[in-house]
């Protein structure tokens, strides 16, 4: 089954029969997708399912071969992360794309940092109080910010690329696993933000996730990515544990059986080949 094409007035993201290769190997074959203003989407699928792909898609890492996209009623198409930022869509990549040797307030400020009024002067002072600022209201509370992040732990680190996602100010935020790495302490912080951002109504996020448990939490909508497709869409209060399980186990059962074919025709094949000599 393949989810078609569906908008509504609100939407302010539209991608519409995306489709993405790397060689040999399709990640992408006809995805299409919408995103209200305000609503927290959750994006499913196995690993390989093409999630990150169509993420740097969205974000402007890498251009689709076929497709297109619109964002709030226009033609959208980023030729960079930093034109897509511009436009107001942010990610936090599953990688975080931290510098290691740069402090937690540089991470935060990298490729935005604040000057001093014209003068080609860094305002460090503004940016470590306005990155402590972001850090507090997320609830992560670090006791120097000019130490180099390569010294935190993996969930401080994703903290990090959390807090300056939403601090971007962007329309859309774009999350790769944001709780990868995290203890549960950490990880209840961030989806505490995700449900205080979802109550203000004017953040929309994509977030992939692999604990459906927090899907339905979190997420006002969910999508799964089956063999390249959407191959569900659904609110969150419609569907189940059980159900999204079940595309899963079904898809394993589909590929086990695929695979058993290719097996014995392999197999059929070698034993023929003697007597076709």
Not at 134 to 157: T, W, Y
Request: aromatic share 4%; with cysteine.
């Amino acid at each position: 089954m393949i989810v078609a094409p569906v908008s509504a007035d609100d939407d302010v993201l539209r991608v519409e029969h995306i489709a993405k290769s790397f060689g040999p190997v399709t990640a992408l074959r006809d995805v299409s997708l919408h995103l209200k203003k305000g609503e927290v989407l959750g994006l499913l699928g196995d690993n390989g399912a093409g999630k990150s792909t169509l993420i740097k898609t969205i974000c402007g890492f890498q251009k689709q071969d076929s497709g297109q996209m619109w964002l709030k009623g226009q033609p959208y198409e980023p030729k960079s992360v930093e034109q897509a930022r511009t436009l107001g869509v942010d990610v936090v990549y599953q990688d975080l794309a931290l510098i290691d040797e740069l402090s937690v307030y540089q991470n935060m400020f990298l490729c935005r940092e604040e000057r001093r009024s014209r003068l080609p002067f860094l305002d460090r002072r503004r940016m470590k109080r306005e990155a402590r600022a972001a850090l507090n209201e997320i609830g992560i509370h670090l006791p120097r910010l000019d130490v180099p992040v390569a010294r935190l732990s993996g969930g401080q680190r994703q903290s990090i690329a959390v807090a300056r996602g939403v601090y971007s100010e962007a329309d859309i935020l774009l999350l790769d696993e944001p709780l990868a790495a995290m203890g549960a302490k950490e990880g209840a912080m961030i989806l505490e933000l995700i449900a205080r951002l979802k109550a203000e109504g004017e953040l929309s996020m994509i977030m992939i996730l692999h604990n459906y448990v927090h899907v339905l939490e979190s997420c006002d909508r969910v999508n799964m990515i089956v063999d390249g497709v959407i191959a569900l869409d659904k609110p969150t209060a419609e569907t189940s544990l059980e159900e999204l399980t079940e595309i899963v186990v079904d898809e394993y059962r589909r590929a086990r059986l695929a695979a058993q074919a290719q097996e014995a025709a392999d197999a059929a094949a070698e034993a023929s080949a003697p007597a076709a000599e």
